[in-house]
Nanobody, 126 residues
Framework: VQLQASGGGLVQPGGAFRLSCAAS????????MGWFRQVPGKEREFVAA????????AYAASVKGRFTISKDNPKKMVYLQLTSLKSEDTAGYYC????????????????????WGQGTLVTVSS
């Protein structure tokens, strides 16, 4: 599975972006797609995830209410809408996928995801 993330850039605090992640194959009768982010010197952290089969979603507490994850199964696309951005949201954003039909509590675990995209940089600065 190859993943291609896009949509990052520079935005002022309070601004918005939509990130996209395209998957190379149709693996998604089951499985979960997630977004993670990482800043230099820190571990990659969970942001949001969505299950392909039923659309169940999970969010990190730091982004809940500001970010929205969605999917388009026929297009094999997952989106992350970022709103009310803060300087602390500045990071490289990575999409990842697992073919496993994870239980909800496992959505948050980086080690559950087997395929990763190359990342797209979001910079929030005035």
């Amino acid at each position: 599975v190859q993943l291609q993330a896009s949509g990052g850039g520079l935005v002022q605090p309070g601004g918005a972006f939509r990130l996209s992640c395209a998957a190379s194959e149709r693996t998604f009768r089951s499985g979960v797609m997630g977004w993670f982010r990482q800043v230099p010197g820190k571990e990659r952290e969970f942001v949001a995830a969505i299950r392909w089969s039923d659309g169940a979603t999970a969010y990190a507490a730091s982004v809940k209410g500001r970010f929205t994850i969605s999917k388009d199964n026929p297009k094999k696309m997952v989106y992350l809408q970022l709103t009310s951005l803060k300087s602390e949201d500045t990071a490289g954003y990575y999409c990842a996928v697992t073919k496993r039909n994870l239980i909800y509590s496992s959505f948050y675990s980086r080690t559950q995801y087997h395929y990763w995209g190359q990342g797209t940089l979001v910079t929030v600065s005035s």
